[in-house]
């Protein structure tokens, strides 16, 4: 591969500047950007003599609409109002089931979905859980969790540890915080759910239940089987998996061949589950071992 693209830094920023993609990580965007670049295009970026031409020229402007699409299909469609914007209101909450907490759920669009059912939702998701055998002491995993952490008060059991990760350190950072200012036992840490660096870090984790909502399309779009890997490799005794009914914005109902690959699967595996639902959303309590 032709060395190094010139302008790459001017080419990230140009692609961030855009609202809904000014949390994500610089290296995140920049895997994405790599991932779509041929030595030809590399060649032709790199023979502009400022940046301000390269930008002018066709294959930067197409580049720059790919990488966006890619990253808004991934994670800008869901970011209804940046965390960051939201600051100060955040890490100045008085307690974690502060009304203001609904308000900072809505901004994401998977926790403003599930806003009108969690304080019936989550009792109903536990009751069946700790009938499976969770135990009443549960560690929780929260993988792809956008701003589902920030539900914590809806969790009728509050659970001994809570994890949670999704890709933008900012994000995670922020979300973080609001733990520690709320004196809750979690951690919140960016990660990308199909890189090494995850598949090192939960080789090494136990959890006893592990949340991936709305979460396995997103990773099958990347690449094809990935999420079952994923789902063989996180030790956990159960996991509750969930898969939209519509379309965002609820204008399209979302056929249900859409998840038979997800059944078939478990039951490859032998994993027994059972299925819950609220009116826009689909969730499976999956007993691993
Ligand atoms: C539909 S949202 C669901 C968010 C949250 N689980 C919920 O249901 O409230 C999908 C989430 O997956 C995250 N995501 C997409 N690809 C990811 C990856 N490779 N690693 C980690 N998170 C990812 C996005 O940033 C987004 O927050």
New binding site residues.
């Given amino acids: 591969m032709e060395s190094k693209l010139v302008f790459e830094s001017e080419i990230i920023s140009l692609i961030q500047d855009k609202q809904e993609l000014k949390s994500l990580d610089k290296s995140y965007i920049k895997k994405i950007l790599l991932s779509n670049l041929s030595d030809s295009m590399i060649k032709k970026l790199n023979s502009y003599s400022s940046f301000k031409q390269c930008k002018r020229g066709k294959v930067c402007g197409e580049l720059i609409s790919l990488t966006r699409k890619i990253l808004r299909d991934?994670?800008g469609v869901?970011i209804r109002t940046p965390l960051s914007n939201y600051k100060k209101k955040l890490l100045s909450l008085s307690s974690f089931d502060d009304d203001y907490v609904d308000s900072i759920l809505s901004f994401?669009?998977?926790?403003f979905e599930?806003l009108p059912y969690y304080s019936s939702f989550y009792p109903l998701l536990f009751k069946e859980l700790f009938s499976l055998g969770l135990s009443e002491k549960f560690s929780l995993g929260?993988?792809?969790?956008?701003?589902?952490p920030l539900a914590y008060k809806y969790l009728p059991v509050k659970p001994t540890n809570y994890f949670a990760?999704?890709?933008?350190s900012d994000e995670m950072s922020l979300i973080n915080s609001f733990f520690v200012n709320q004196k809750i036992s979690a951690e919140a840490r960016s990660?990308?759910?199909?890189s090494d660096d995850f598949s090192n870090f939960i080789s090494n984790q136990k959890f006893d239940v592990v949340?991936l909502?709305?979460?396995l399309d997103?990773?099958e779009i990347?690449k094809k089987h990935s999420s079952k890997k994923l789902l063989d490799a996180i030790n956990t005794h159960f996991f509750v998996v969930?898969f939209p009914l519509v379309s965002i914005g609820g204008k399209n109902s979302i056929d249900s061949t859409k998840r038979s690959w997800f059944e078939k699967f478990c039951e490859k595996q032998s994993w027994s589950y059972s299925t819950l639902s609220v009116p826009n959303e689909l969730f499976y309590v999956v007993k691993k071992e």
Avoid at 165 to 168: P, Y
Wanted: aromatic letters at 20%.
């Fill in positions: 991934r994670y869901f994401h669009q998977s926790t599930r929260d993988f792809a969790c956008g701003y589902n990760c999704d890709i933008s990660f990308d759910l199909l949340f909502l709305k979460a997103s990773l990347v969930s």
